[in-house]
């Protein structure tokens, strides 16, 4: 079990740096689901004692992410379609309501980071670059709630909605003709526009993906990833 082992931040304590290098390796399949992990292993790749990464494979398993067996160590939960769609219907109310605030306070200054990160979005579409897409898709879902002045609200989503984030990773990994960079571009054109609705609607759309692209996925990752059968 090898992961990827991300930088510290700066006054980032034991406790977070553990959490969130677990969490970006689960996230991007590094640990794959289902897979077997050690506290042992983990604190040596991580430079760690134990007690922080005991501290983020509990909050992990909180959320359902992580699965702990007394005794017996742990492993990361496979991918479940109910917490899925919960998931995703959170972000789906949640992004509705800040995209419809957004289109009534962007500046244009916010409209040109829009428009600047869709661009880079293409770029790497184009290039193929999925690292980079799942980089810029985040900080354009950010930017929308920082335009609707709404950061604490991303920041408490963002650790409820961990596992439609694996899945969409996987998404931007696995359609070759991804419809999301798109979908971008039409969201930052309706908020420009100021159009409420559109923006909504587009929204909405585009957090549904996941349930066009399910066949797409099967057909890449091994179905052993899955809790059930889709």
């Keep these: 079990m090898q992961m990827r082992v991300l930088p510290r931040k700066a006054r980032e304590n034991n ?3 553990a ?3 677990l969490r970006e390796n689960i996230i991007h399949l590094d640990l794959p689901p289902g897979s077997r992990i050690s506290e042992n292993e983990l604190a040596a790749q991580l430079g760690l004692s134990r007690t922080p990464i005991r501290e983020a494979l509990m909050e992990l398993a909180r ?15 496979l991918i479940d379609d109910e917490l899925v769609e919960e998931a995703r219907f959170l972000r789906s109310v949640m ?8 289109c009534r306070m962007a500046t244009e200054d916010n409209l040109l980071l829009l428009m600047e990160n869709v661009a880079r979005q293409e770029y790497y579409l184009a290039q193929g670059q999925a690292d980079q897409l799942w980089r810029l898709d985040g900080s354009f879902h950010s930017l929308l709630f920082a335009i609707a002045r709404k950061e604490q609200t991303h920041a408490l989503m963002s650790n409820l909605t961990l596992h439609f984030d694996r899945v969409r ?12 960079v798109s979908d971008h571009r039409a969201i930052a054109q309706a908020v420009a526009a100021r159009d409420e ?10 957090l549904s993906r996941y349930q066009v692209d399910k ?14 059968s889709c």
């Design 15 to 17: 406790r977070d740096y």
């Design 19 to 21: 959490l969130r290098t």
């Design 63 to 77: 959320v359902r992410l992580v699965e702990v067996y007394p005794q017996r160590g742990s492993a990361i939960a």
């Design 95 to 102: 992004e509705c309501a800040v995209v419809e605030l957004a």
């Design 169 to 180: 990773n996987m998404t931007l990994n696995t359609v070759e003709n991804s419809a999301i």
């Design 197 to 206: 609705e559109a923006a909504k609607r587009l929204m909405s759309v585009h």
């Design 215 to 228: 066949t797409h996925l099967l057909e890449r990752y091994p179905a052993e990833y899955f809790k059930e």
